[in-house]
C-alpha cells in the first residue's frame, strides 16, 4: 500500500508570512518519510464546508506555482493537484503547466484532473462553469490533447470545444512514457469510463465505504472490459483525511483500515492531516505506518 499526503489548507498559526517556510517543511518532512506522493488542492477559494472548518476566505495557494516549489524542496516524491478542474485552464496552458512541473521536479510530475465542481469559486472570479455535461466534453478533449502530444503526436487538434492549431510542448516532460494521469470521480458512466480510456489511475473519497468502493471498481473493471484496456494498469486510490493520537485514531487502527482497502483492491490512499503543519504526524506515519504499509498487498 502507497501513502500520499494532501495538503488541503493553509490557515496555519503566523499566516501568510509563514506559509512558504511551512510548506516547505511540510513537503521535505513528507519526503523524508517516505510517502509517494504529495498533492495540493487545485483551488482559488478555500472550500466551503465550515463543518471540517473550511471557509473560502481561508488562505489558498494557486496549484501549480505550489507544486514548482515543492519541486524545489524535495527530491523524490511524486507532485500533483488533487484535482484541477477542466473548467480552469485551457487544455494548451494546462498541458505546459504539467510538463513544467514534470521537467523543474525532474519526472515526478503527475496531472491529476475532473471536470470541476466548485461553482462560487468559478463565478467568483470569472472562471467558465458550463453544465457538467459540456464539462465532461471538455474532459475528454482535453485527455485526448494531452495524451496524444505526450505520445509525440502534435498534429492540429480540431475538437468541438478546443481548436490547438499547433500544440508544441518543448521541453517534452520526462516521465516516461508521459507523466501519470489520475481522474478524481467515482460517476460511473461517464468517469469511469474515461479512467479506462486514458488514465493511469482513479480516485474515489474513502468515505464511499469499502463495500461502494469495491462496486466501484468493478464498474470500472467493466469498463476496461469494453475499452479492452488492462485493468491492472489502472492505480486505485482513495482520498481521505487522517487524524492520529488522542482525539483520533491509533497506528494499529489506520494499519487496519489500509488492510481493509487492500483486500478490495485498493493500492494508494491520499490523506490530509488536519495538524500537518507541526511536522511531527508525517514523521509519526514516516516511522509507523509507512514501513508496515509498504507490505500491505491489494488483492
Known amino acids: 500500500m502507497k501513502l500520499g499526503l ?7 498559526p503566523g499566516n501568510p508570512g509563514n506559509i512558504g517556510p511551512t510548506l516547505a517543511a511540510i513537503g521535505r518532512a513528507a519526503d523524508a518519510a517516505g510517502f509517494e506522493s504529495l498533492w495540493v488542492m487545485d483551488h482559488f477559494f478555500q472550500m466551503d464546508m465550515p463543518q471540517l472548518g ?14 514548482n516549489f515543492l519541486a524545489a524542496v524535495t527530491e523524490r516524491i511524486r507532485l500533483g493537484a488533487m484535482v484541477t478542474g477542466v473548467n480552469y485552464r485551457h487544455p494548451g496552458h494546462l498541458l ?5 512541473l514534470d521537467v523543474l521536479s525532474g519526472g515526478r510530475g503527475i496531472l491529476g484532473i475532473g471536470a470541476g465542481w466548485y461553482e462560487r469559486e468559478a463565478i467568483g472570479l470569472g472562471f467558465p462553469f458550463p453544465p457538467l455535461g459540456e464539462r465532461f466534453e471538455c474532459l475528454e478533449e482535453t485527455l485526448q490533447i494531452v495524451t496524444r502530444v505526450w505520445s509525440g503526436n502534435t498534429s492540429p487538434f480540431d475538437g468541438i470545444h478546443y481548436q490547438l492549431a499547433e500544440p508544441m510542448d518543448v521541453p517534452s516532460p520526462l516521465s516516461s512514457p508521459r507523466p501519470p494521469i489520475l481522474i478524481g470521480g467515482g460517476g460511473e458512466k461517464k468517469t469511469l469510463r474515461l479512467v479506462a480510456q486514458y488514465a493511469d489511475a482513479c480516485n474515489f473519497f474513502v468515505s464511499l465505504g469499502n463495500e461502494e468502493l469495491a462496486r466501484k471498481l468493478d464498474i470500472l473493471k467493466e469498463h476496461c472490459d469494453a475499452v479492452g484496456r488492462d485493468y491492472t494498469q489502472i492505480q486505485k486510490t482513495v482520498l481521505g483525511q487522517v487524524y492520529l493520537g488522542d482525539d483520533g485514531i491509533s ?4 494499519l487496519d483500515i489500509l488492510h481493509g482497502l487492500a483486500n478490495i483492491g485498493i ?16 514523521e509519526i506515519i514516516g516511522r509507523e505506518i509507512i514501513p508496515v504499509a509498504v507490505d500491505i498487498q491489494a488483492r
Do not use: G
Request: aromatic share 14%; net charge negative.
Open 6 to 12: 494532501q495538503v488541503r489548507q493553509f490557515d496555519w
Open 54 to 67: 473550511l471557509r473560502p476566505e481561508h488562505p489558498m495557494l494557486e496549484s501549480y506555482s505550489a507544486l
Open 96 to 100: 505546459k503547466l504539467v510538463s513544467t
Open 251 to 254: 497506528a494499529h487502527q489506520f
Open 267 to 282: 493500492e494508494t490512499y491520499i490523506f490530509s492531516i488536519a495538524n500537518v503543519h507541526e511536522i511531527e504526524p508525517i
